[in-house]
């Protein structure tokens, strides 16, 4: 009997060629997985795409929970952006796609594990970083990185071999998708001098064109977790499905970036990320409200380095363990109500509300109730600042 290899499968021609080049390369029957992360799309489909095309088995997970609950929720509470800009949906989803090939291949005593990515970019480590922390005896195979075709020869090589190539004018783009946001590279996006062009965006309209009304939402917090939307409850994957429509329809979430990649290039990439944007503007506007100050600032400095090493694939990883447990401990008090306004391509927290709120009105206000002895700030300030007085005296000013 054949050893066994479990692809990362998506359907599209790349991994459709990999099935029969891997069963051809080395000789081993290839098991097709398709994970569902949120993407809309027909796994059915996909699913008996795999078999024709020339796997021995073709199997359909659906994830979207699991990366709610586990990825996503941990991104939130970590307000997970990499250099500032991108919610790194990729990074996130990439451990879980391995796990999951991993698990199957335990499943079905495989003896090897492959995905389509090529050798420039940051998924090929994301994969093989999983794989290497959960299963180091399955072997890695990586056509795309071995093949040296170009999409020329992929089609060639497809019609040679029955795989159905895609018909009339294929998308310019290559692009990622799932919960959290939607990727889109390569073609003109290419040259970073111009400006992003039009058709690379699915999920959002032109902020230039979006209504000109405003539109309120109010998202509910539990430990940092959003629980709900306009005061209905509702499960993540579902509220998260809403906050994407609801901001893409008003151009909330484009993002527009050079990006350094883990392999040492830079990189022009366009996201769209409504509900992201949306969320992580309400969270963090909600840790402002009911974090203690010296948390809220230790903790940016964990953030930083929490979207950098989930960005380089190191998820199962003691690190990103031992901050998640960190940032799970700050969310304790993080419940509230946050009110965004959607607006022509802006989400911004404009009202928020919590029974953990830190806001102390009677300290903070200027008006009549106020109880904040203004007195003793003068003997605070006097030893705050003898560090600087101490220096001017005796160096002289410092400028
Ligand atoms: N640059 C982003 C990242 O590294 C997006 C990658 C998209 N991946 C893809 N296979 N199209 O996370």
């Not at 089609?155 to 290559?174: L, M, Q, T, W």
Request: hydrophobic share 40%.
């Amino acid at each position: 009997m054949a050893e066994k290899c479990v692809l990362a499968y998506s359907g599209g021609l790349d991994t459709s060629v990999a099935i029969r080049w891997i069963a051809e390369t080395y000789g081993v029957d290839v098991i097709a997985l398709a994970v569902d992360v949120g993407e809309e799309r027909d796994y059915e489909g996909i699913r008996r795409k795999g078999e024709q095309v020339g796997a021995v088995e073709s199997l359909v997970v659906d994830a979207k929970q699991e990366f709610f609950d586990e990825h996503i929720t941990r991104a939130i509470a970590a307000n997970l952006t990499y250099e500032r800009k991108y919610v790194a949906f990729t990074a996130l989803a990439r451990p879980l796609l391995a796990k999951e090939q991993v698990r199957v291949a335990r499943e079905k005593g495989a003896t090897h594990v492959a995905h389509g990515c090529t050798g420039k970019g940051n998924d090929q480590v994301r994969f093989e970083v999983t794989y290497a922390a959960l299963a180091p005896e399955l072997e890695i195979i990586a056509p795309a990185r071995e093949w040296g075709m170009t999409r020329e020869d992929e089609i060639d090589y497809a019609k040679e071999h029955g795989i159905p190539v895609p018909v009339g004018k294929d998308s310019p783009y290559s692009t990622d998708t799932n919960l959290w946001g939607r990727s889109i590279e390569c073609g003109r996006i290419e040259d970073p001098s111009l400006e992003a062009p039009e058709d690379a965006w699915e999920w959002t309209v032109n902020p230039l064109e979006a209504p000109d009304e405003p539109e309120y939402v109010t998202i509910g917090f539990e430990q940092g977790v959003p629980v709900s939307l306009g005061g209905e409850r509702m499960d993540g994957v579902r509220l998260v499905g809403e906050l994407n429509a609801l901001g893409g329809a008003h151009g909330v979430g484009r993002v527009n970036m050079i990006e350094n990649r883990l392999v040492g290039i830079k990189s022009r990439e366009l996201y769209e990320c409504p509900a992201a944007t949306i969320i992580l503007e309400a969270h963090r506007d909600l840790e402002s409200l009911v974090l203690d100050r010296e948390t809220a600032h230790f903790k940016q400095h964990l953030e930083l380095k929490y979207s950098e090493l989930v960005y380089y694939g190191l998820w199962f990883t003691p690190l990103r363990v031992a901050i998640d447990a960190f940032m799970a401990q700050t969310q304790k008090p993080v419940g509230g109500e946050v009110t965004v306004r959607l607006y022509k391509g802006r989400a911004e927290a404009v009202a928020r509300e919590s029974d953990e709120s830190l806001y102390d009105f009677s300290l903070a206000t200027y008006g009549e109730e106020d109880i904040f002895d203004q007195s003793s700030s003068r003997g605070f300030i006097e030893i705050f600042g003898l560090p600087a007085k101490v220096v001017s005296m005796i160096r002289g000013v410092q400028e």
